[in-house]
């Protein structure tokens, strides 16, 4: 079975300034996806951005980032010249390649985050 | 418009009286879910189903039914609701194999 660590349950950050998020995994399989989701207080699930685990390359859109390292089982978000628009709850999720029937999505606990004007 | 609707947005009820959550897409999906979020447990996927009369259990399934009778809709019915089911409710569509989840707008049901 898979696992979604996110342990930091609330952050805070000044606004234009640049925040992580982290997030770690367990798997044994070997092709996954990992995402983003943010939730504003509208309660919409928006996806921020995905990775695909056989891409070494870290995905972008626009002022997010990820780093993420597959050895570590690390998937953290960085988020660039924050906005005030940003503060919502943030999940990280994982998707199994070969899911068979089932495209579940496994959801970390989420982290508040918090942009000061 | 593609979208996924739930209805009711909120929903107050009292034990034991059964209610349904229903979900309806647009986008002519295979794959549709249900799942619950709850504070620092993040989103359980509760019932999924792959096409029309194809349904199973998702990791927390039990006080739960689901059907598939259409391709576009997807309800979720609590036949005996109880105050340990107060929760957000989402409904989720893909293509099925598809990593794009187009979730509904939530529905916050309080069991009393």
């Known amino acids: 079975a898979q696992t979604v660590t996110q342990s930091q349950p609330e952050m805070s950050v000044q606004e234009a300034e640049t925040v992580t998020l982290s997030c770690t995994y367990d798997?044994?399989?070997?092709?996954?996806?990992l995402f983003w989701y943010k939730q504003p207080p509208s309660r919409q699930m928006i996806l921020v951005i995905r990775?695909?685990?056989?891409?070494?390359q870290n995905a972008t859109e626009n002022r997010f980032s990820v780093n993420f390292q597959k050895a570590a089982k690390s998937f953290s978000l960085k988020i660039s010249d924050s906005q005030l628009g940003d503060t919502a709850m943030y999940f990280c999720?994982?998707?199994?390649?070969?899911?068979?029937?089932?495209?579940?999505?496994?959801f970390g606990k989420g982290i508040t985050l918090s942009v000061r004007p | 418009e593609a979208q996924v609707t739930q209805n009711p947005r909120y929903l107050i009820t009292v034990t034991g009286k059964k209610l349904t959550v229903t979900c309806s897409q647009n986008m002519n999906h295979e794959y549709m879910s249900w799942y619950r979020q709850d504070p620092g447990l993040g989103l359980r996927q509760i019932y999924y189903?792959?096409?029309?009369?194809?349904?199973d259990k998702g990791d927390v399934p039990e006080g739960y039914k689901v059907s598939r009778k259409e391709k576009r809709n997807f309800p979720l019915i609590l036949e005996s609701p109880s105050p340990n089911q107060t929760s957000l409710y989402f409904c989720a569509s893909s293509f099925w194999g598809n990593t794009e989840a187009f979730f509904g707008q939530g529905t916050r049901l309080t069991v009393v």
């Open positions: 189903s792959m096409n029309v009369e194809v349904t």
């Open positions: 990775q695909e685990a056989y891409k070494q």
């Open positions: 798997t044994s399989e070997s092709n996954y996806y």
């Open positions: 999720a994982f998707m199994r390649t070969n899911t068979g029937a089932n495209s579940k999505l496994t």
